[in-house]
């Protein structure tokens, strides 16, 4: 740019010291969708130009090029190639249009005929309202304006041919994950290309042999995780192949859901799939299976189509559903969210035990591995005797701290009552600032505003919109919030007197009274009350009573 500038700037003085007449046209261009903007109608632009060819003797008017509504390519413009040909010719020495946006359906269309191409033939160029005019040398304005333009439209060409390179090389199924997947390495020459690790391949390979045989998922993960054959996470970063986390906070075990992963991945038969979702609109969204692209021998297999289908179909018998077996009818669950493993610290589960009752358990050795955790069980009727007896015993001290915790509570709710009458102030206001914004457009629409003005206020007014908005939602949270927590004041005022009578363990009592309970392997339950600070535990002749069921 800056070499054009110079030239330009050499030439423009002998043009004006001999103040040659220029012979205008005035280019035109009405697209689609200005239509029904009224700044840059077909009439708006042509007074401009025409009040401005009125105050410049030196320019006299020859031909009006007018492009109306064309929305195809530019150079499918007729009237502007019309142009383009008189100014060959010599018709025409000097091109107007409004403002720059005019000149080109794009900055970079723009950008070449005010850059290179009207220099060239020493054609004087003038965008009226971006106040430009060659003869007066490169104005710094609409330079710095345009090259933004040209950079926005750089960007989004660039973003637009990574796109495109994605997409070729997912159609020619190359690899354009940034990890590979277990048991293959991106090769070194070429890092869309997957190369077996002959390290962990062989284990992939076992896996689907065991699939094969019969043997279950959970089965395969007890042989991984015996023989300390590291996840694929792990084993890529001691390798230095993954980024992220240290190797420390990375799990030692394998899952079940990466054995699943492993054994339904087709890539182990040398099949690429991807392509199985895409961006919208800055939305990322998955694509249905006809659309995915699927590349047969991509790579090397590390297992035979005929293994990966067998596994496939021994996974399907094998998820058959199952005969409806529980009969038991769904209980609440009282001890949600409250129960614990004392071995490895994971949450319990509760299953059904068989007919009648509920058990609850650890999993993570049946999750991740034997070793993980040596495991706890309880069955729902012993946990509850347990807790059960453990209330009762500091009775007296619970209903004390209990009835002390309520009239707190009532304290600090009767503190929320202003928020009622906040949340109607926010909202008329929120109302207020919606219409000012509705009736800007109008000021706009009318005349009785600027393009800046209305660009100023309208800045101003979506940001406070937007936080009254933010505002007002929070406030609805907080009066809704505070509706709830009476309810539970309420029934919290009942359960210090039901404390005293209780004859079964309901989820609101536990939830009053009770942190949290660990489970030991033995049976034997620890449980931290909310109002002690030790955590009690269950007595040896109950634990074993209750362990055993
Ligand atoms: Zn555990």
């Known amino acids: 740019m800056a070499r054009k500038s110079r030239k330009h700037a050499e030439t423009a003085p002998v043009q004006v010291v001999q103040k040659p007449m ?23 632009q042509q007074a401009i130009i025409n009040s401005f060819i009125a105050d410049h003797s030196d320019i006299e008017l020859r031909e009006c090029y007018v492009d109306n509504g064309h929305s195809g390519k530019s150079f499918e413009r007729p009237a502007f190639q019309r142009m383009i040909a008189d100014m060959e010719s010599g018709k025409i020495n000097c091109c107007i249009t409004k403002d720059l946006s005019r000149l080109g359906r794009n900055a970079i269309d723009s950008g070449y005929y005010m850059e290179k191409y009207f220099p060239s033939k020493d054609v004087r160029y003038i965008a009226v309202t971006d106040g430009h005019d060659s ?66 391949a062989p284990v992939v390979r076992q896996m689907f042999e065991m ?69 919208v609109d800055g939305v990322q969204v998955n694509l249905p299976e006809s659309e995915w692209t699927i590349t047969e021998n991509a790579h090397d297999a590390i297992v035979s189509r005929e293994l990966y289908d067998a596994v496939q179909e021994a996974w399907v018998r094998k998820s058959a559903p199952d005969e409806p077996y529980y009969k038991t009818p769904n209980t609440e669950n009282v001890f949600a969210r409250k129960l614990y ?102 000021s706009l629409v009318d005349g009785d505003i600027s393009d800046a003005e209305y660009k100023d206020m309208k800045g101003a007014y979506e940001t406070r919109i937007t936080s009254l908005t933010d505002q007002v939602m929070r406030l609805q949270d907080a009066v809704h919030n505070r509706a709830q927590q009476e309810k539970v004041l309420s029934k919290a005022r009942a359960s210090v007197r039901k404390i005293e009578q209780v004859s079964d363990l309901t989820a ?22 909310r109002f002690m600070d030790d955590v009690v535990h269950s007595s040896e002749e109950l634990a074993e009573g209750g362990a055993g069921a």
Not at 22 to 38: C, E, N, P, T, W
Not at 249 to 258: D, F, I, M
Not at 421 to 437: G, I, Q, T, V
């Open 22 to 44: 220029f012979y205008a046209g005035a280019y035109i261009r009405l697209s689609v969708v200005d239509k029904k903007h009224k700044g840059d109608s077909l009439e708006t």
């Open 135 to 200: 003869i007066n040398g490169q104005s710094g304005g609409i330079m710095v304006s345009l090259k933004n333009m040209v950079n926005e439209a750089y960007i989004l060409d660039v973003s637009r041919k990574i796109k495109a390179t994605i997409q070729m090389n997912i159609r020619n199924g190359k690899f354009i994950g940034s990890n590979a997947p277990y048991g293959y390495f991106k090769s070194r020459e070429d890092c869309h290309q997957l190369v077996v690790d002959e390290y962990a």
């Open 211 to 279: 699939a094969a045989d019969g043997q279950s998922h959970q089965s395969i993960l007890a042989w991984l995780n015996d023989n300390k054959i590291m996840p694929p996470r792990r084993y890529m970063h001691s390798i230095g192949l993954a980024s992220g986390k240290e190797t420390g906070a990375l799990t030692e075990w394998w899952s079940l859901r990466a054995v699943r992963d492993t054994l339904k991945n087709k890539v182990y038969c040398g099949v690429m799939i991807q392509g199985r979702s895409k961006v």
């Open 341 to 442: 493993c004392a071995q490895c610290g994971h949450a319990l589960h509760r299953k059904r035990g068989g007919e009648r009752f509920y058990r609850y358990f650890c999993n993570v050795s049946v999750m991740y591995a034997k070793d993980a955790c040596n495991g706890v069980t309880i069955t729902e009727t012993a946990m509850k005797e347990m807790v059960f007896a453990l209330i009762r015993k500091h009775e007296p001290f619970l209903t004390l701290a209990l009835s002390q915790d309520v009239n707190n509570f009532a304290v600090s709710v009767s503190a929320g009552d202003k928020l009622k009458d906040e949340l109607a102030a926010a909202k008329s206001e929120l109302d207020k600032n919606n219409r000012f914004l509705a009736g800007l457009y109008q």
């Open 508 to 529: 609101e009592i536990i939830d009053r009274l009770v942190e949290k309970i660990i489970v030991y392997h033995s049976g034997r339950i620890g449980v931290k009350f």
